[in-house]
């Protein structure tokens, strides 16, 4: 099976991104996925290749509860790249006991976790029987991370060394943990960070290098923001990392990494030519009935791939150029939409304007980029149907559009602000200072 820009589930459920790298010359992204029905199950990790981050190939379950301690799920994690080899490193969760009523849920929500890996020799195959080894077993000192809520590694090179990120707690409070190995089979604890932003959980953690110090993402469990609660966010903040003492420090307050809300569990890498890239888990409330019958109900699909770029001492996030370059072909309405084929807007939006994109209206008020999809998200309650950027210090608006069935992404001054909501059922009512309109081949 077959995706094309957007990576989505192969049928099923699909939540974080895993894994992702450039590995033997191609993009590989795993994915949490439940494989028997649309909704979140038992964990295994799905697997798709990519040559260009455009055309995506799924290759079907890659891990799977295997072993007494990831039994009941493979939980997120990443990959790197060692000696040819292809090491996987993933959170391993064990329930203490089954829901009587539904085995893919732990009784009471109690359960615990150990980190894990897989060594695969060549990224095609994944031995989940021999070439399993756990190695951080559950934790049991509170000093050093909570026994149930510590997960997602992150690992990465640096100097002569590696080192792991982990999203933690303690006592109500989110915390960042950096592990250390020699050899990345063997670690041992390093230092910590706990910041009020990291809410009461810090999920998905990934610390890259940007300019002289660190970017970090992360997705706070419950944090506040502005006076208004976004629960459960993907956010972001320079920072600075010392390898000799393993202590992450913040630069600055952490910031909302898409304001379109639905995007979660960031996760980076380099693409081919060493820039990084990152893309996100887009949330869905509902599971889609594919129209042409290729697959089944499927609920979950991940961003564009995005850059990381410094301009002007503002981290920005624009589209990557591969996407860019697919459209190619001049679009006069939003019509390949009922092709199943995805529309590019691009123009610059005035103070007071509103942009009606399918029934997905855009407005500029206030210096702030505000949108409002109450009438391509009818019947759905519980939803959150506006949402704006931050105000723009910029004084032009530049918007960068991408629209397709179930996604609309918005890349405001080329990545400054991005703003990212999942729709249902965009019409063809199309009004707005566009000055191009583009589709795919």
Partial sequence: ?????????PGNWINDPNGFIFYRG??????????????????????????????????????FPSKY???NGVFSGSAVEQDGRLFLYYTAIRYQEQDPENIHHAREDRFTASQAM???????????????????????????????????????????????????TREGTGRLLVWRSDDGLNWRCGGQCTDPAFGTTLECPDLMPLDDGMLLFGCPMGV??????????AMFARA?????????????????????????????????????????????????????GSRADWCGMMSLPRL??????????????????????PAKDLSPLREHRPVRLQGTIGEGEVWNVGGYRIRMRDGRIETDRSE???????????????????????????????????????????????????????????????TVE
């Fill in 69 to 71: 301690y990831d039994r």
């Fill in 240 to 292: 600075d990392f010392d390898p000799g003492t393993c202590r992450v420090t913040l630069r600055e307050k952490m910031q909302v990494l898409d304001w379109g809300l639905d995007l979660y569990a960031p996760q980076s890498t380099l693409d081919r030519e060493g820039r990084r890239v990152w893309l996100g888990w887009m949330r869905m409330p509902r599971p889609v009935t594919d129209p042409t």
């Fill in 1 to 9: 099976m077959k995706d094309y820009l957007h990576l989505r589930a």
């Fill in 224 to 233: 506040t923001a502005d006076g208004l609660k976004y629960p459960d966010q």
């Fill in 376 to 438: 391509v998200f009818a019947g759905l309650q519980g939803c959150r149907l506006t949402a704006q950027t931050p105000r723009l210090e910029e004084e032009g608006c530049a918007l960068d559009i991408y629209a397709e069935e179930n996604l609309i992404e918005i890349f405001v001054n080329e990545g400054r602000y991005v703003l990212s909501q999942i729709v249902y059922g965009l019409g063809q009512t199309l009004e707005g200072n566009f000055a191009a309109l583009s």
């Fill in 308 to 329: 990381v770029e410094l301009r002007d001492g503002k981290v920005c996030f624009p589209v990557h150029p591969a996407v860019t370059a697919c459209f190619d072909r």
């Fill in 118 to 168: 897989l060594v695969s020799e060549d990224g095609v195959h994944f031995d989940n029987w021999n070439a399993k080894r756990q190695i951080i077993p559950t934790l049991t000192d509170p000093r050093e991370g909570d026994p149930k809520n510590t997960r997602d590694p992150k690992v990465w090179r640096q100097g002569d060394a590696w080192y792991m990120v982990l999203g933690s």
């Fill in 26 to 63: 191609q993009y590989h992204l795993f994915y949490q996925h439940f494989p028997y029905a649309p909704c979140w199950g038992t964990m295994h990790w799905g697997h798709a290749v990519s040559s260009d981050l455009v055309h995506w190939e799924h290759k079907g379950v890659a891990l």
